[in-house]
């Protein structure tokens, strides 16, 4: 890979627990050792279940949470050292975000045109014709009629309002889009075609993406590389055709695409035992080994580093990986691990 677009070194967010005692104050461990780079035309799909870390990597990536630790570059530059008005100029100008609900990520007393206008007056992007020019581009580039220009976010389709929040993110024509679960508020009917748009805007416009999701069959069909988080820690990495092929390592991708339903591949589902550990007090050592059912006592002894697997830009972080079809059985031994 040339210099990547995005490249996250180590990274560690905590977040500040709400009420407690005064003499103690939790964080929940949102981030942990933290390592990603995405490239020019690449997109990196994030998975795993709610609470894992996918929305606090996006917000970083998008300068919206600042790790506690760790380093930030954008295109080889450290954004830690700039300042906080530089590194929102940087930022801002140079990455755009879609959010997971266009209802609330869209100021709905603002007209169309004024939402897509405003990324371009903040930066004084161009004249004041050549701005209103950028947005009938915008909205032609996202599939929107001239007509809805005028129209408010309370009277366009859950699917209109994310192809507005999609153009109001390439606005400013950013190297790199994050896009957070973005068809997760809208109708089964809708999603497919604002995947697509996001296919086919990556490709015209040569974006770096990174795409977050709870669907591990979506992910992979987007993405050119899968990432598979689990309690703030990247358990593992795979391209896409690897995932496609049912072939990645660690036992909780292959528990993730276990439980989603496949009429083509069917698999037999991965059920996942014991206590969903607390992102507060994380267990020692791999935090997956309280409901994993390939876990032993050295499991817990201290965090695998990564492992490279046979496929190029394949690597996991397990030490007793799922490598032969006998792995997938079950084991009847209950884990009592605290």
Aim: glycine letters at 8%; charged letters at 20%; proline letters at 9%.
């Amino acid at each position: 890979m040339t210099t990547p677009v995005v490249e996250l070194r180590d990274i560690h967010v905590r977040l500040p627990v709400r009420g407690g005692t005064p003499f103690r104050r939790d964080a929940v461990h949102a981030l942990t050792g933290a390592d990603l780079a995405v490239g020019r035309g690449e997109t990196v799909g994030v998975v795993g279940e709610s609470g894992c870390g996918k929305s606090t990597l996006a917000k970083v990536l998008v300068g919206l949470v600042r790790p506690a630790s760790g380093t930030v570059r954008f295109q080889g530059e450290d954004l830690g050292a700039l300042s906080r008005r530089e590194r929102a100029t940087r930022i801002g100008a140079s990455v755009g975000m879609v959010f997971q609900d266009p209802a609330t990520a869209l100021n709905r007393r603002l007209p169309v045109r004024t939402i897509l206008r405003d990324p371009l007056d903040v930066h004084g992007r161009g004249a004041p014709a050549e701005r209103d020019e950028r947005v009938r581009e915008l909205m032609s580039l996202v599939g929107l009629p001239p007509h809805l220009a005028p129209a408010l976010p309370g009277q366009l389709s859950g699917g209109q309002r994310q192809r507005v929040a999609i153009a109001r993110a390439l606005a400013l024509e950013p190297a790199l889009l994050v896009a957070d679960e973005p068809t997760s508020a809208l109708d089964v009917s809708v999603r497919a075609q604002i995947l697509n748009l996001l296919l086919d805007l990556k490709d015209r416009l040569g974006l770096a993406m990174v795409f977050v999701s709870h669907d591990i069959q979506t992910v992979r069909r987007m993405s050119d590389r899968v990432v598979t988080m689990y309690l703030g820690r990247i358990v593992e990495e795979a391209p896409a055709a690897v995932v496609a092929r049912g072939e990645t390592c660690h036992p909780y991708t292959r528990a993730l695409m276990s439980a989603t339903p496949s009429l083509l591949d069917p698999m037999e589902p991965i059920r996942l035992d014991g206590p969903v550990p607390s992102a507060v007090h994380p267990p020692s050592g791999c935090p997956f080994r309280t409901r994993c059912w390939r876990a032993t006592d050295a499991c817990g002894a201290a965090m695998p580093g990564f492992t490279a697997a046979a496929e190029p830009a394949h690597r996991y972080r397990c030490l007793h990986p799922v490598t032969d079809p006998s792995h997938l059985a079950l084991s009847t031994v209950s884990q009592e691990i605290p």
